[in-house]
């Protein structure tokens, strides 16, 4: 086992437990029905600025999904390389 597949290795856990997290704290609105028929009294400005804990919370979860695939279809194309040439 290569230093690139045990950092890769550590990295992927890490961005997964990161997501994990970042889901449990995502804040969900179940006002019911009502939003799915008639739509909700928030206004989409006030729910999602930029400085709401929501917001920095899904931005978050973005850039930490993304940075996990990235990792993995990286680790995967280079395992793949190092298989070939050896």
Do not use: C, P, W
């Amino acid at each position: 086992m290569t230093a690139v597949n045990i950092i890769s290795g550590i990295v992927l856990v890490i961005a997964s437990v990161a997501i994990v997290l970042a889901v449990l704290f995502t804040d969900t609105h179940n006002s019911g029905l009502n939003s799915a028929i008639g739509g909700s009294q928030d206004s989409f400005f006030g729910r999602n600025g930029g400085n709401t804990r929501e917001a920095k919370i899904n931005k978050a979860t973005t850039v930490i999904t993304i940075v996990f695939f990235v990792v993995a279809v990286v680790v995967n194309i280079v395992t793949k390389i190092v298989a070939n040439l050896g």
